[in-house]
């Protein structure tokens, strides 16, 4: 049975326009396929949300300079990735829609790795082990456990794992009227100065810093527990995660990372953990 020309015609435009639809498909199924690994690789800079205040993780010498822990072992880890870094300052309080937004490709500054944050990233191996205090500018504060804490003006970070740790507390609802929240450490440390706090609940490896630094702060002889630090990626995208892990790893077994704790604290606090 012969084929008009027209049908002929008909039936090869259809089957291209079928086949560039597929194409087109593919195509985007690429795209949408194209992990955070590709993309930080593909524009060669990974870039690092943190604050700015932090110290000695991530913080700005007197030469508004940005150095710290933190700020050396990413350069460190970066090179292993084969990418460049660039720090960006952000509101800690908005770190999660920063990260979600594409605004930054991971958080990386002392944050320490909560339930809450494994249910909204993907956090890297544990880098740092830490603890949450109970401090004063004062020696010999009295407070020898959680009952104590109604007895003090507290403050603490806002959006900071201390803050975490204190609303679990079994006896939270006895002291939270007297927590009041800073966006920096510095900030409640001021304002402790100043009498409108009588303790702190701070992270120990900012506290022993800053004792050495500035503020000789004494620590209680109650604390919320141990804490370690990771850096938080996209949740969807396990990809980045594991790069990052390996050139982590590649940064410990060289003796890099060590000598870098050592420099901040005279000590290497290293550590290379699953999670808790």
């Given at each position: 049975m012969k084929m008009s020309k027209r049908v002929f015609t008909v039936a090869i435009v259809g089957i291209m326009t079928i086949m560039m639809a597929a194409l087109a498909g593919c195509g985007n199924k690429e795209k949408q396929e194209k992990s955070d690994l590709d993309y930080v690789k593909d524009k060669g800079t990974l870039i690092i949300g943190l604050d700015d205040t932090f110290a000695p993780m991530g913080f700005r010498d007197k030469k508004d300079k940005l150095v710290g822990l933190d700020i050396d072992l990413a350069n460190a880890v970066a090179k292993e990735l084969g990418v460049k870094v660039k720090f960006q300052p952000i509101d800690w309080e908005a770190k999660e829609a920063e990260l979600k937004s594409k605004k930054i490709d991971c958080i990386w500054n002392g944050m320490s790795a909560t339930p809450e944050r494994?249910?909204?990233?993907?956090?890297?191996?544990?880098?740092?082990?830490?603890?949450i205090l109970v401090m004063s500018l004062k020696k010999n504060v009295n407070v020898k456990s959680d009952a104590d804490l109604k007895n003090y003006k507290m403050g603490t970070q806002a959006g900071s794992a201390a803050l975490e740790a204190i609303k679990k507390n079994k006896k939270y609802d006895e002291f939270k009227g007297n927590i009041k929240e800073y966006d920096t450490y510095d900030r409640a440390i001021m304002d402790?100065?100043?009498?409108?706090?009588?303790?702190?609940?701070?992270?120990?490896?900012?506290?022993?810093?800053?004792?050495?630094?500035?503020?000789?702060?004494?620590?209680?002889?109650?604390n919320f527990g141990a804490d370690y630090y990771a850096v938080g990626f996209r949740k969807d995208d396990k990809k980045l995660t594991e790069a990052f892990n390996k050139a982590l790893k590649a940064t410990i077994d060289?003796?890099?990372a060590a000598k870098i704790s050592?420099?901040?604290?005279?000590?290497?606090?290293?550590?290379f953990?699953?999670?808790?």
């Open positions: 494994e249910k909204s990233m993907s956090l890297s191996k544990r880098y740092l082990k830490n603890r402790m100065k100043a009498g409108r706090n009588e303790v702190l609940a701070i992270d120990e490896v900012f506290a022993i810093y800053n004792s050495a630094k500035k503020e000789k702060l004494y620590a209680s002889d109650f060289s003796g890099k050592k420099k901040w604290f005279g000590k290497n606090l290293i550590v953990e699953d999670k808790k």
